[in-house]
């Protein structure tokens, strides 16, 4: 199964900055997610990209896909400390069925008020 | 909106005993993923259910076996408990299988003593 990870391990900004993050994974996908984590809380579903999408945007939240180099990268404009939080990719196979989902390392990000 | 329900939230056992986590999925969902997060670490995928039957198998041990009810829930039965085993245990749900996105409940914390 690939494997996503994500650079860097740790961000922290200014409230009102952009923050970038990015991911990377290793075999062919159907399609890549972005989730975010509150400490030791649930996981919260940000946006689905498919293999064949290069770009998609949802409120504040940019997405990019490059499939020849298989990488992805999310970025949260106008940053809020509402947004501090670990987000994760999470790719999905293109083997059918109810696949699992395979997440990365995870990004802690920090908003500084 | 109605969403994806884990009992209970907190479980505290002693090595060598077993464990039931329960989940219920959205209604109408069809479909029901087990994740693993030990402290620090990103979500592994365990096991999943389409229909009532196992469709994807993940980093499950043989210790762990789950299974989905006619009613589309479902439970993750945990023997033998190791130290290792604490972790915070999610369930998702989907109504389709097929590469949606799943939304995932608020956990199970397990610790194992």
């Known amino acids: 199964s690939q494997q996503g990870e994500e650079d860097p391990q740790a961000l922290s900004i200014q409230e009102g900055e952009n923050a970038t993050m990015n991911c990377s994974y290793k075999?062919?996908?159907?399609?890549l997610q972005w989730y975010r984590q509150n400490s030791g809380r649930g996981l919260v579903h940000l946006i689905l990209i498919r293999s064949n999408e290069r770009e998609k945007h949802s409120g504040r939240l940019r997405v990019t896909l490059d499939t020849s180099k298989k990488s992805s990268s999310l970025l949260i404009t106008a940053s809020r400390a509402a947004d501090t939080a670990s987000y994760f990719c999470?790719?999905?196979?293109?083997?059918?069925?109810?696949?699992?989902?395979?997440f990365g390392k995870g990004t802690h990000l920090i908003i500084q008020p | 909106a109605a969403g994806v329900i884990q009992s209970p939230r907190h479980l505290i056992k002693e090595k060598r005993e077993t464990a039931t986590l329960k989940c219920y999925p959205i209604p109408r969902h069809d479909t029901v993923y087990w994740y693993q997060q030990g402290p620090g670490q990103d979500p592994q995928f365990l096991i999943s259910f389409y229909e009532k039957m196992q469709s994807d198998k993940g980093s499950i041990p043989d210790r762990f076996s789950a299974q989905q009810f006619s009613d589309y829930h479902s439970e993750l039965n945990m023997s033998s408990l190791e130290l290792g085993d604490s972790a915070l245990y999610f369930c998702?749900?989907?109504?389709?299988?097929?590469?949606?996105?799943?939304?995932f409940g608020p956990g199970t914390r397990l610790t194992v003593l």
């Open positions: 998702a749900s989907s109504l389709v299988p097929n590469y949606n996105e799943q939304f």
């Open positions: 999470a790719t999905q196979y293109s083997g059918g069925g109810a696949d699992g989902l395979t």
């Open positions: 075999t062919s996908i159907n399609n």
